[in-house]
């Protein structure tokens, strides 16, 4: 939030003209001792004391220091400052951590430094040395910044020993509980004080949180997904199709697809298993996947629904489906399957039954070409990007529904013109959904192609980033027309914070952006 304000305490008395200043304080989502109100007391004594006048304020609100992402008042107070159309000639900040708490401690010297090459020095009103420019005081704040990042650093390796002991408690840490289960809330002494609904959380810092079985009908439907995946051969997009026809939605209250099925298929917190810190997260560094070494796991923690025989048979399945071929293993496949066809095609590799996936091959070989080359075939004319396309085209119709369905589900009003494929959103918003194929470039860069349709005047183009393979979703581009003036877009895997601030892992912020609150009229 950046509201506008002067300051009156020290305007005008001095013969000494006041100094403009701009203030910025932070509160981080960590329990502080100082909120950003009494910071902002601190700068305003600070000002009065040298000659300060506090023109304007920037301030971040339940913002973490580690990084710059997501902080939009830092953001803007360091565009404004590089516009060289400052109002201000000094930023007045609490301490060195209110700045920031940068785990690379030249990031935080890299903004002081745009700030000062801008002729706008900042101020750190609560630290004992004096804001001078000496040698002293920056030897001083490189420690001070130094201290900032070890204090996150050292909070980090406490807080998750802490969950980890929890977890080997039988505690949940955060989380859903999925389909066919609920969160169990239990006090100190391990009494049951309740199911804690969608959204809830505890009250109560000694107060914990369990899996416990969810409703009857969702534990026999949990049942008969891996009865069918086992016993009956089903594969995970059969039961998916199925499930949805009878109108069983998942957890979310969304249909349900093949990598949903999949996830209630392969968790073992369906057998009462407790798995924590299978993804690693810290510092707001790279989410990164974790060995099955590095899991902390406390079994038989809380009631399972599903029987353990059946659910180890349902591993091994995957497991040996998703078996590592060698090269050779592979090669050799695809050279029966061209003797017998006598051509190769993605589609004609994905639809044989234990083949190892296109994408398998692309990735294996360096692309799909260069494997073909291998078992001595020569294609005429790289017909993939046709196939990816066709598919694609195929997959468009279902993705919509999806979405229509959702939307749908949380009471809006949507209109599908069938001509355009925009979706009209309670009368108000008009969406433009496309599915975007990955490529890949000759160095192995991935690049993604939007088309921006300007003509049919969408006010949010929602741009799907297809993986690898392109069968499944990466993530997703909410892009709004008012910014986006191009007409083509062409995404990198990374693309700066100008772009990937319209990224998002899955759709549940358009979901809420799109579902209708109803007003109090007050007289």
């Not at 329990?31 to 004391?49: G, K, L, M, P």
Request: proline share 2%.
């Amino acid at each position: 939030m950046t509201t506008n304000t002067i300051e009156t305490e020290n305007s005008g008395s001095g013969l000494n003209p006041l100094i403009p200043a701009a203030m910025y304080v932070r509160m981080s989502t960590e329990h502080q001792q100082y909120s950003t109100e009494n910071q902002a007391d601190v700068i305003r004594a600070y000002a009065v004391a040298n000659n300060f006048e506090i023109v304007e304020i920037f301030a971040d609100e339940g913002k973490s220091g580690l990084n710059i992402e997501g902080r939009k008042s830092l953001k803007r107070l360091l565009n404004t400052v590089k516009s060289g159309k400052a109002d201000f000639k000094v930023i007045l900040a609490y301490d060195i951590s209110r700045w920031g708490r940068f785990q690379n401690t030249d990031e935080a010297a890299h903004y002081d430094y745009i700030c000062s090459r801008a002729g706008i020095s900042v101020h750190y009103c609560a630290e004992q040395f004096k804001n001078d420019g000496s040698i002293g005081t920056d030897v001083l704040k490189a420690v001070k910044r130094a201290m900032a990042a070890e204090y996150s650093r050292e909070l980090s390796v406490k807080v998750f020993n802490g969950q980890c002991r929890l977890i080997q408690l039988g505690y949940r840490q955060g989380g859903m509980a999925g389909f066919g289960l609920r969160r169990m809330l239990i006090n100190e002494q391990g009494d049951e004080k309740g199911i804690l609904a969608h959204g809830e959380q505890k009250s109560l810092q000694t107060d914990r949180v369990v899996l416990a079985p969810g409703p009857d009908e969702e534990v026999e439907t949990v049942s008969w997904m891996y009865r069918a995946f086992v016993k009956e051969g089903r594969m995970e997009a059969e039961i998916a199709d199925i499930l949805n026809t009878k109108g069983i939605l998942t957890d979310l209250s969304r249909l349900w697809t093949r990598g949903s099925v999949r996830q209630v298929l392969t968790n073992e917190k369906y057998i009462g298993h407790n798995i924590f810190n299978r993804q690693s997260f810290k510092l707001k560094c790279k989410r990164e996947k974790n060995p099955p070494e590095k899991w902390v796991r406390k079994d038989h923690a809380f009631e399972g629904v599903v029987d353990p025989n059946l659910f180890h048979q349902a591993q091994g399945i995957i497991m040996e489906r998703n078996r590592r071929f060698s090269d050779e293993e592979m090669l050799e496949k695809l050279g029966r399957l061209y003797n017998r066809h006598r051509r190769i095609s993605g589609i004609l590799i994905d639809e044989t039954e234990g083949m190892p996936s296109s994408g398998a091959y692309q990735s294996r070989f360096g692309g799909l070409n260069r494997a073909y080359h291998l078992v001595g075939y020569t294609p005429k004319f790289d017909y993939r990007f046709i196939e990816i396309n066709r598919r694609l085209r195929e997959k468009h119709p279902r993705v919509v529904a999806d979405v229509v369905k959702q939307l749908e589900a949380q009471g809006s009003i949507v209109e599908l013109d069938d001509e355009t494929g925009l979706l009209l959103v309670n009368q108000e918003i008009l969406v433009s959904l496309v599915l975007s194929r990955c490529t890949i470039t000759q160095s192995g860069s991935h690049r993604w192609n939007i088309r921006m349709e300007h003509g049919l005047q969408p006010d949010i183009t929602i741009a799907a980033r297809m993986d690898e393979s392109n069968e499944n979703t990466l993530d997703y581009y909410l892009l709004p027309s008012i910014d986006m003036t191009m007409d083509k877009l062409r995404l990198a895997e990374e693309n700066g914070s100008y772009l990937d601030v319209y990224r998002y892992d899955d759709l549940d912020f358009f979901y809420q952006l799109t579902t209708r609150v109803t007003l109090e009229w007050v007289a």
